[in-house]
T-cell receptor, first 114, second 110 residues
Framework: DAGVTQSPTHLIKTRGQQVTLRCSPK?????VSWYQQALGQGPQFIFQ???????QRGNFPDRFSGHQFPNYSSELNVNALLLGDSALYLC?????????????FGSGTQLSVL | GENVEQHPSTLSVQEGDSAVIKCTYS??????FPWYKQELGKRPQLIID?????GEKKDQRIAVTLNKTAKHFSLHITETQPEDSAVYFC?????????FGAGTRLTVKP
């Protein structure tokens, strides 16, 4: 039973570029949440996707967008990269049961913006 | 949205001692409170969780308590071991929106 998988594991971009990160949820899960974790900080909620729609969103600008596919996998897109976007991006999956679901995290994508 | 505060930011204990990490939350609608352990360079791993209809939950050396009236919850680790050294995060979930504390770096000295 595969857990949550993310790709790529590391990425280096320059300011102004665009990036796409990918996530495959744990088998049987239908919900994907994305988090940004800066060094030494807790994960910050970006958004959550369920039934191919953004269901919840944290305090992130519109430069951050996402998508969920019919197979429940998801992408996170960041446009016009800033130096401050350098962080570990974590994907977490869960099975929707009306609230309070356990999140299972992937290993993350380490994004460096130069 | 929910705001979760976590204390202390760092905690150092001797092997065998107990460790306590405390969190407060702001949204009274939050009903699910998990704790995650993150070792260096690894993904956060769920170690214990508690729901709002329960005041305490224990799993071997780990226990969590919840005070809904005061909006705070705590993680208790007894008989600490060097392998407990990691960063611990609390979280609170309201309406499918889970927010995390800033983390506590626990060091267990042998």
């Amino acid at each position: 039973d595969a857990g949550v998988t993310q790709s790529p594991t590391h990425l280096i971009k320059t300011r102004g570029q665009q990036v796409t990160l990918r996530c495959s949820p744990k088998s049987g899960h239908d919900t994907v949440s994305w988090y940004q974790q800066a060094l030494g900080q807790g994960p910050q909620f970006i958004f959550q996707y369920y039934e191919e729609e953004e269901r919840q969103r944290g305090n992130f600008p519109d430069r951050f967008s996402g998508h969920q596919f019919p197979n429940y996998s998801s992408e996170l897109n960041v446009n016009a990269l800033l130096l401050g976007d350098s962080a570990l991006y974590l994907c977490a999956s869960s099975l929707y049961q009306g609230g309070g679901e356990k999140l299972f995290f992937g290993s993350g994508t380490q994004l460096s913006v130069l | 949205g929910e705001n979760v505060e976590q204390h202390p930011s760092t905690l150092s204990v001797q092997e065998g001692d107990s460790a306590v990490i405390k969190c407060t939350y702001s949204d009274s609608a939050s009903n699910y409170f998990p704790w995650y352990k993150q070792e260096l360079g690894k993904r956060p791993q769920l170690i214990i969780d508690i729901r709002s209809n329960v005041g305490e939950k224990k799993d071997q050396r780990i226990a969590v308590t919840l005070n809904k009236t005061a909006k705070h919850f705590s993680l208790h680790i007894t008989e600490t071991q060097p392998e407990d050294s990691a960063v611990y995060f609390c979280a609170a979930s309201s309406n499918n929106d889970m927010r995390f504390g800033a983390g506590t770096r626990l060091t267990v000295k042998p």
